[in-house]
């Protein structure tokens, strides 16, 4: 039987594994290939792989076996050479952050209903949990936290009444190196017969200290806390008129003793913004409120920073706090889970987003990655089939940050299907362009948050403009964007010099984040000499066309059932939605510029 990322997930993994080493035996006799393992536990996630006689000998350490084993895997399946020497993971933490709720819903799901809650109950199928194990082991992922980070009641209660539950969960996924991680509520000591949750307050923190304990009996191995607080109406210390540092830290100690993180979200704004008041700019938010405390966390506490300054937007400059901070542990969060990317119908492949913040971050100053999770009950756990590479590339990109994108991609479609060579190219292809097309026919030069409030698919550029939400493109008969220079909202000030000097000049700034940057007049000319307007015009109109260009071609795939009509069936609603952003959006500029098509094409009215 050969080795392909999905599709050897039919083939059960029985419950009587109970190592890594032993599911790493069982994986290489799935795939008859000769592996023998030596572990040295000193190597941790670590692995070398050496050929011998008639296969391979691979070394590593507890987990470093596993992964090592589907490496070696990975490689013969392709038909490459087995990684070189000793191969460790550059973050320690590689984490998958679920927003599964008690009831069976997932925030931002969009793959059906949990794989592990239902009915205010952990509800899974233990064969399903272990492939999903697996999944995860296959491409190094090692925490995934299971609850969301709005922290719904009875999910409090995970670190309480639901523990014996989150234990045997904890046991389920032990073998393939996954460690569990909770989402907890800042103001639990309340619900618990305390009158505050201040963290300061010795009676909070006893509590804490005591709860840390009792949960660390019931699973010794958990990874640790993951918090959202004072943001989106969640409790937090400021409340208390205490900062985050001292939130983050009273937590951080109570798990200390145990081995634990503390993950502290630093995902804060106003959301209750008055649009009139231009004074208060969403993005300049996170930095603000976080630089102050750089030096102030204690070490296992992580920081976790969205890849951009907003909310995994389309397309977002690097957040600046992620290049700002240099004593603080940090990992960035990227959202797999396509919330703004589409929804898992819209192809929206990720890598070449990753590419771009690592490299403006450097790999250097991460100490873990995380990503919100597109998995759900679905038959092929991620409602569009082609949505498992954003997971597979994850996995690899944080192992290696140096990955290439281009090559992720092809990995995972050389793995996943068995087409003829040119066929699989256009398949790669359709995908590393994915994320180029969708930009361009929802938010082309840096445009951004024009989608459905709530909903955040298909256009909608009036429906977050006059909100609470601190989300505006100011699009009026004069012009559209915001200026974030220093003589405006100074948002762009909060980069590096060089940066922001870049960022500051509409003549250098990158064209696709011009609009986020800058506020400019619909004749504004660019460097290619068309007007702004025509632009918008312009890119809405090719964006489209791409569009009808990828359907074409994933009509000429010989890909597997139910994989092909799945995904031809998501196409045609990616083509609708593309039609839909073209029309919308150009009709509203129609309507503010008054400017005509230069080339004649339809504009609604
Ligand atoms: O913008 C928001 C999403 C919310 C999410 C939040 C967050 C989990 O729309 O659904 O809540 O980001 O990241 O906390």
Redo the contacts with the bound molecule.
Sequence with gaps: MRYAWLRELAVPVPETLKSPLEVAAFEARQAAERLRFAVDEKMGEGYAAEKTGDGYLVTGGTTGVLYGAYALLRALRLGEEPPRGAQFPRCSLRMLNC?DNMDGTI??GYAGRSLWLEGDAFAYDPGRVRQLGRMLASVGINVLCLN???VHAPAQQLIGDFLPDLAAFAGILRPFGVRLMVSVDFSMPMQCGLNTADPLDSRVQAWWRERAGIVYAAVPDLAGFLV?AD??HRPGPNAYGRDHAQGANMLARTLKPFGGVLVW?A?VYNCLQDWRDRAVDRPCAAYDTYMPLDGKFDDNVILQVKNGPY?FQVREPVSPLLLGLKNTAMAVEFQLAQ?YTGHQIDLYAMPPLWREVIDAVGADSLRAMAAVGNLGRDENWTGHPFAALNLFAFGLFAWDPGSDPGALIDQWTRLTYDLPEDQRKTLAGLLLDSRAVYEKYTAPLGLCWMVQPGL?YGPNPYGYEFDAWGTYNRADRNGVGIDRTAAGTGYACQYPESLARLYSDPAACPENLLLFFHRLPYGHVMPDGRTLIQRIYDDHFDGCEQAYAMARALQTLDLPEPDRSEALARMEKQVKNAENWRDVINTFFYRFSGVEDSRERKIYE
């Design positions: 927003w925030e931002r969301n980070v709005n959202k943001s989106e979200r995902f909310d919330e955040h």
